[in-house]
């Protein structure tokens, strides 16, 4: 039997307990080897563990966990030389392939799990990967088991649902990976290329069941679109809310879904869906085309109308600064988070997140950046720009602040809301009076709106705090 010490890192996962840990963790266990899981974003590295692992597989889902897992790579180097290093996730490919320390010898991209288990048995067979600098991808159709949720941190030291004042435990789960959509900003299609890969209901329900265990009251569907498949989505709902009646749940999907499938939202509301992620990004129609949205403006205040209809609240997710913004674009989003009565559901990175344009992005073969990019930055990952008009840069820089220190302080929605109209007013001028809409009102008080405690986003840069907590300027001695 394969007797490999895997040791599987997670950097970072939008304050959930990593799903992206614990589903390889069970494929491995299951295939004999011996794992072991730590989470960075709660606790530090431990030099024992490292010096233990025949095999350290840091998991890079999306751009905030690949940045910080180049520095972990860092630090696997110098105290466990022994060990191959592998990178996997979507952001796997997410790299210039220029050698340096932190590079990993493997990196796998797409459906992992049998990947990862076949590198550990190379390992376990002496065969050690050669370093060809390419990415592994693996698209192929494959069965899931049992996440191994026991080897990591209780659902205690993770985001958790808070609404009408109370917190309660939360987890997360996916019943897909892929989308079938292909805009242009997205990591997911340069992966997934218009692809889909479906979890079986049994599997997805066998999860949420050991996180109900776990004393989880609400879970998060956090599949890149859950309605990819409309068919599939609407199964894994009606199992889990018939085993779980009780439970809540979100889903984060498109604009044009949302639209598309308007009588689908009345019997999600029913089975417990108390708000929808949904990529916004812009006011202005001209930088939605860019990005290939498949919305308009016009649309995105139809969606905020048919989900308020059916009881659930929208959370936008928001692009306001890319090289195509003007001044009115970013003024713009501020009166449409005001008509829709969005105050309350809009988390604060979401005024200030910017453009990421990192390695195999759509973007670059489209034509829409030609001449607005500036050089390559390996630190950060991806292109860099300037606005045409400086004034945005400074803006977006004075709001990231303001987005930290208001998800330090937990500051209550509408007194966040303020703060970053006021720093848009104070650099491009008067944004102008808006009153909600009445159609589009919400039945809930905007301090009070169903969402999760941890308000960072996928595509924001890592904060400060973050790269300094997750990876320490020497590796902890033991855990904690």
């Known amino acids: 039997m394969a007797r490999v010490r895997a040791l599987l890192l997670s950097t970072y996962e939008l304050g959930h307990q990593p799903l992206h840990v614990a589903s390889p963790a069970g494929s491995l266990l299951r295939a004999g080897h011996q794992v072991r899981c730590r989470d960075l974003a709660v606790d530090p590295l431990d030099e024992e563990e490292l010096r233990w692992a025949d095999l350290v597989a840091v998991s890079v889902p999306m751009h905030t966990a690949m940045r910080l897992a180049r520095r972990v790579g860092l630090e696997v180097r110098a105290a466990s030389p022994h060990a191959v290093l592998c990178f996997y996730g979507l952001y796997a490919g997410a790299d210039d392939g220029a050698p340096t320390r932190d590079r990993p010898d493997v990196s796998i991209s797409g459906e992992y799990e049998a990947e990862l288990v076949a590198l550990a048995d190379d390992v376990d067979g002496g065969r050690r990967p050669g370093d060809d600098g390419r990415v592994r991808l693996r698209l192929g159709r494959q069965r899931f088991g049992l996440p191994a949720r026991h080897l990591l941190p209780p659902l205690e030291r993770y985001a958790r649902l808070v609404t009408n004042g109370h917190r309660r435990l939360a987890g997360y789960v996916e019943a897909g990976h892929g989308c079938v959509h292909r805009c242009r900003h997205c990591p997911v299609p340069v992966v997934y290329d218009g692809r889909t890969r479906i979890v079986e209901v049994e599997a997805v329900l066998a999860d949420v069941a050991q996180l109900v265990a776990m004393g989880a009251e609400h879970v998060t569907f956090g599949d890149p679109d859950f309605l990819s498949g409309p068919a599939h989505a609407r199964r894994v709902v009606a199992a889990v809310h018939g085993a779980f009646p009780t439970l809540t749940f979100d889903v984060t999907t498109k604009v044009s879904h949302v639209l598309a499938q308007r009588e689908l939202w009345p019997s999600f509301a029913s089975a417990g869906c108390l708000f929808v992620v949904s990529a916004f990004e812009s006011a202005s129609d001209t930088v939605l085309r860019h990005l290939d949205k498949g919305h308009t403006v016009a649309d995105e205040l139809e969606a905020v109308a048919i989900l308020r209809r059916s009881g659930i609240e929208p ?91 208001a998800g330090r302080d937990d500051a209550p929605a509408h007194q966040v809301h303020e703060a970053m109209r006021g720093a848009v007013e104070g650099v491009l001028g008067p944004v102008g009076d808006t009153s909600p809409d009445p159609a589009l009102r919400s039945a809930i008080d905007a301090d009070h709106r169903p969402r999760l405690s941890e308000a960072w986003f996928c595509c924001a840069e890592p904060t400060d705090a973050q790269l300094v907590t997750t990876v320490p300027s020497a590796v902890a001695t033991g855990g904690r």
């Open 315 to 405: 959370r936008p997710s928001l692009l306001p600064f890319t090289p195509w913004s003007t001044a009115e674009d970013v003024k713009a989003l501020v009166r449409l988070v005001e008509r829709a009565d969005l105050v309350g559901n809009v988390d604060p990175v979401h005024y200030s997140i910017r453009l990421l344009v990192p390695p195999g992005s759509l973007l670059l073969d489209s034509g829409a950046l030609d001449g607005l990019l500036d050089d390559y930055d390996p630190g950060h990952l991806g292109w860099t720009w300037h606005s045409s008009d400086r004034r945005l840069d400074e803006l977006q820089a004075a709001l990231a602040l303001l987005a930290e220190d």
